[in-house]
């Protein structure tokens, strides 16, 4: 006969079930301690929960075959939002498409949401275009000669005063791109941009006429006096640069509906007329060439603050492809005079600087003018993500209250709290005993779920929307479930006869299959919900999973080894008639078995 293996541990045996439950406890401290550490104590609310703005916008197609409002651009521009303002940090921002143009974009209320409304539906297109000539921003009447316009300097029209350093108070317009304006066809860019400053005649402007990026420049241009003339027509200019020409004759910047207009219909590979503050904060308009770099060729671009200066900059990496072709205008705008050396950075139609180039560049720029923090990461940030492939108007912007919310949140929870009652009852009235192990279970799930979704908030931006809600209430029933589908094996083996020590050990292995069978069915079944779905119902489908991972750690590591350790107390190990437990309530005849039963040979022969 084969010696028994003393050495074996009996299958579902938990060695020391006491080190589970302290390591387990010591989990739930630490993420209490984290969720108070972070000064995050409640869970981010979503916009139905804590109100926001809805925003409506609608899709319109840029110059060119490649804008067209069709699904995949709509689609593109839904995620360029989206990183646009999670960039900013702005928790369960909702960025989708409704019907063929329009995006409907959801910002809870926050101290970022004014800003990431500022970025929805800017386009942020940027080009670099080579300035070509440059003017006071005050509209100038076309039958002005340049020299009638000097003999007028000091005498009080729109233009001085802008050359005088009068401040604008108006926002600056962020809608469209520039203005479109034909040249000889077939010309390269640079070809064409020579040509309108050849064919217009324009006199050159002083160099402290335009927007450059180093302080003491920008401090002469504040006083020094600028170019307010309007250059003469041209006598052999084509149509095209006569229309121009007189486009920028007319052209009046301190007009919020003339800059608003100058995006329309605008090509990047002609030139354009455009709009731009100096650094006194007085307008200018400008005649700029063909972009020579746009913004598909910056690699990467932040705000941040120059310590020597003192001042606010956006800085940009561009590409191996896009420090090419910087390199190369620079190196032919540095032989320029001015303004002719100069390059405007130009951002959806508007100049944000125009700095001259003295030197040949390629490895980065920057863009300097009046930025303050906030500007600039805004900036950087819109640069960063990319430019929209289409524009949109802001149809439409809604303030969301959250007492709708509040009070459907009040009706989701007293139901839950209904629900969670009656399940209670249930056990109690069932399980007797057994029921405080679940409950005890079920709390720990609770605080394990509520610090866990206190501590994403600040992590990955996770807030609590109503369907969230739900998918906690849901969970409830299927960790419930794991519980009972324990209990019930355990009731089977006593059923068979075992004591209760070995009967909890014995239904584990059992039930600990069928438990993971079932959670991992519902957590399949949140992960395609979350991969398939967008807004709201992904925050059901991730508080389901989430919920359903936790439902399988409070099983394994509090549940199991809690048993263990009660089963070997005299109440439930005695099989007390409340405990759960009772032989004889589950139609057990005494006396129990503690272990398999043996073959007995009878010594009777007659017996036999």
């Known amino acids: 006969m084969a010696a028994p293996n003393r050495g074996r541990r009996p299958a579902g045996a938990q060695g020391k079930p006491g080190r589970t439950l302290v390591m387990i406890l010591i989990a739930m401290v630490a993420l209490t301690g984290g969720m108070f550490a972070t000064g995050d104590t409640t869970p981010r609310l979503g916009i139905d929960l804590a109100g926001g703005t809805t925003i409506t916008l609608k899709a319109k197609a840029q110059p060119g075959k490649e804008s067209a409002v069709n699904e995949t651009n709509m689609n593109t521009a839904v995620g360029i939002i989206e990183r646009r303002v999670n960039g900013l940090g702005v928790s369960e921002a909702e960025v989708q498409t409704q019907g063929r143009e329009h995006i409907i974009v959801n910002i809870p209320k926050g101290t970022d949401s004014e800003q990431a409304r500022k970025q929805v539906g800017t386009t942020a297109q940027l080009f670099f275009r080579p300035v070509l000539t440059v003017a006071a921003g005050g509209s100038t009447p076309q039958e002005a000669s340049p020299s009638a316009s000097a003999d007028k300097a000091g005498k009080g029209d729109k233009g001085d005063k802008a050359t005088e350093g009068k401040k604008d108070d108006e926002a600056k317009a962020g809608d469209g791109d520039e203005t479109a304006s034909s040249s000889t066809p077939g010309d390269s860019p640079t070809t064409q941009g020579r040509a309108v400053t050849d064919a217009l005649k324009a006199p050159t402007a002083d160099p402290s006429g335009s927007a450059t990026d180093a302080p003491k420049d920008a401090e002469k241009s504040s006083d020094a006096p600028k170019s307010t003339d309007a250059p003469a027509p041209a006598q052999s200019a084509s149509p095209e640069m006569a229309a121009l020409e007189k486009q920028f004759i007319s052209l009046n910047c301190e007009s919020k509906t003339q800059r608003g207009k100058l995006g329309e219909n605008a090509l990047p590979e002609k030139p354009t007329v455009a709009c731009g503050k100096d650094a006194s904060g007085a307008w200018e308009k400008y005649i700029l060439g063909p972009a020579e770099v746009d913004g598909k060729d910056i690699d990467e671009a932040k705000g941040q603050l120059d310590q020597q200066r003192g001042m606010w900059i956006v800085t940009m990496d561009f590409t191996k492809s896009g420090a090419k072709k910087f390199q190369k205008i620079t190196s032919e705008l540095s032989q320029q005079q001015s303004p002719q050396n100069q390059f405007a ?37 819109m640069l960063s993500y990319g430019a929209l492939p289409l524009s949109f108007n802001e149809e439409s912007v809604t303030t969301v209250s959250a007492a709708l919310g509040g009070e459907q949140l009040r009706a989701g929870l007293i139901a839950g709290a209904i629900g969670l009652a009656l399940v209670v009852i249930y056990l109690v009235a069932y399980y007797r005993g057994l029921a405080a192990i679940a409950i005890l279970s079920l709390l720990v799930s609770a605080v394990l779920t509520y610090t866990l979704m206190a501590l994403l908030g600040p992590a990955i931006g996770f807030a609590l929307n109503l369907p969230a809600v739900c998918g906690a209430i849901v969970a409830i029933g299927i960790t419930a479930d794991s519980f009972i589908v324990y209990f019930e094996r355990i009731r089977d083996e006593i059923r068979e006869g075992r004591t209760m020590r070995p009967a909890v050990e014995r239904a584990w292995p059992r039930a600990r299959r069928t438990i993971l069978v079932s ?25 389901l999973g989430l919920t359903t991972l936790l439902d399988v750690v409070v099983v394994f590591f509090f549940t199991k080894p809690l048993m263990t350790i009660l089963a070997r107390t005299k109440f439930f190990g005695g099989g007390h008639p409340w405990s759960g437990l009772d032989p004889a309530r589950l139609g057990v005849q005494p006396p129990l078995r503690r272990s398999r039963r043996t073959s007995v040979v009878p010594t009777d022969p007659k017996e036999a």
């Open 345 to 381: 950075i130009v951002l959806d139609g508007e100049v944000m600087s125009a700095p001259q180039v003295n030197q040949t560049l390629s490895a980065n720029a920057e863009i300097s003018g009046n930025f303050n923090q906030d500007s600039a990461q805004e900036l950087g940030n």
């Open 519 to 543: 959670d991992f069915v519902s957590f399949l079944a949140a992960a395609v919900l979350f991969l398939v779905t967008v807004g709201k119902v992904q925050g059901f489908a991730f508080t």
